[in-house]
């Protein structure tokens, strides 16, 4: 009989089973990959250069990565979202900074932001709200890669309710993104420091019995007192875990009202730099539209690809050709002379991911909590289930797998 058993070693389980164990609890994690991490995997083959094939970026300056970034003394650099940032316009890479005389429109992306927070209308699609503020397909391309495609959203789809309040949350963590230079791998590394974790356990039914759980596995069977799910919102659409008894009416429409759409990452690795020293985000063309750099002298261009944009990468017959073409436009030649190694990251037909992050589309603004809520011995953790704008993000899973342990310890105190 254990005190918790949190299913998936993603950050949120992670965090949850640190904060448990650091508490005097006894955990055990059961993980179906054979690695730590979940949706954050980095690769340290180059070790020049870490690459993060999964999540990458701290976004914001005061999110609670730093607290681990801290703790382990690690290295950071900016990543620059505006200034550094090239853009595809007219048939040549300019700064973004630049747009603003050859594309007088531009100037309303500095704006933007804040008419987005001061929105108060019925809740309808982003792509419905910014066609109404603007005709400049530059302006609603651009808008729509800093909003809507970076948190895997589609714009015909994403609600404006959501973005306004997720925006308006998120006023106080600031604006910057940052690298973490040595990669996601220590921090991981730290919170499974000494924890109990089997991996390749893939967990297929939790019975709840009121003053226990039985979990189910392939070949095993483990009671505990609490259950912690922390696995991807596109496993629990897909029922891969039963619930018994049955989860809620209102925790199952939210699960399956709240999207999660496909997502994947090209790597491409170049035998030298051909994009200016100072890029650190690359906006280009359909159907793939966002790059960035991931070090100033790294010889690696990412690119990211998310809901529909993800499922065309997927279905060409020729992904990479696919890419080289678009990167053709803006740099001539040089793409495919000088490319290396290549690398397709699919976060989509991922078995354990099945999708790159959560979004609420338009009308169902809300539900978030109601993925939040335990239900008898059972409780809830993920980027999912972040609520206060951190969805999506490392740091939305950190704060609500200790949000959820904070849960479980209450009610041992009971």
Not at 65 to 91: F, H, I, M, Q
Not at 156 to 172: C, I, K, W
Not at 236 to 265: C, N
């Amino acid at each position: 009989m254990y005190d918790v058993v949190i299913v998936g070693a993603g950050v949120a389980g992670l965090a949850a089973a640190r904060y448990l164990h650091d508490a005097g609890l006894s955990v055990i994690i059961f993980e179906a990959r054979n690695r730590l991490g979940g949706r954050v995997w980095s690769n340290h083959d180059d070790p020049s250069f870490p690459r993060e094939f999964g999540a990458e970026f701290i976004h914001g300056d005061n999110v609670a990565t730093w607290e681990w970034v801290r703790k382990l003394s690690l290295p950071t650099t900016v990543a620059s979202l505006w200034s550094g940032r090239r853009v595809l316009y007219d048939n040549a890479v300019r700064r973004a900074d630049e747009l603003t005389t050859l594309h007088p429109h531009i100037t309303l992306l500095a704006t933007l932001e804040d008419e987005i927070m001061a929105y108060d209308g019925p809740d309808i699609s982003f792509s419905e709200w910014i066609s109404h503020r603007t005709a400049s397909d530059l302006v609603r391309h651009i808008a729509d890669i800093r909003y809507i495609h970076s948190s895997a959203m589609i714009p015909e789809r994403a609600s404006m309710h959501a973005l306004r309040d997720d925006m308006r949350a998120t006023v106080a963590i600031g604006g910057q993104d940052y690298h973490i230079d040595t990669g996601y791998a220590p921090i991981i590394n730290a919170l499974a420091a000494q924890l109990n974790v089997r991996l390749e356990t893939v967990v297929r039914a939790i019975h709840d019995h009121d003053t226990h759980c039985t979990v189910v596995c392939d070949h095993a069977e483990v009671k505990a007192r609490r259950v912690l799910v922390t696995i991807p919102l596109a496993l629990l659409k897909a029922r891969t875990i039963e619930f018994e008894p049955e989860l809620p009416a209102d925790k199952l429409h939210a699960i399956d009202q709240i999207d999660m759409l496909g997502g994947a990452k090209v790597v491409l690795q170049f035998t030298e730099r051909f994009w200016p020293d100072d890029l650190t985000f690359l906006t280009l063309e359909d159907p793939a539209p966002v790059w960035w750099t991931i070090a100033p002298n790294a010889p690696y261009l990412f690119g990211f690809f998310t809901g529909l944009r993800a499922d065309r990468l997927l279905r060409h017959p020729d992904p990479i050709e696919m890419c080289l073409e678009v990167l053709g436009r803006a740099f001539g030649d040089a793409p495919r002379t000088l490319l290396q190694t290549s690398q397709i990251v699919d976060w989509s037909n991922d078995p354990w991911s099945r999708g790159a992050y959560s979004s609420v589309p338009v009308g169902q603004q809300g539900l978030r909590k109601f993925l939040a809520n335990p239900h008898g011995c059972v409780h809830f953790a993920g980027e999912a289930t972040a609520l206060d704008g951190q969805s999506a993000s490392v740091h939305g899973a950190l704060v609500s797998g200790v949000r959820a342990a904070k849960e479980i310890e209450a009610c041992r105190e009971l």
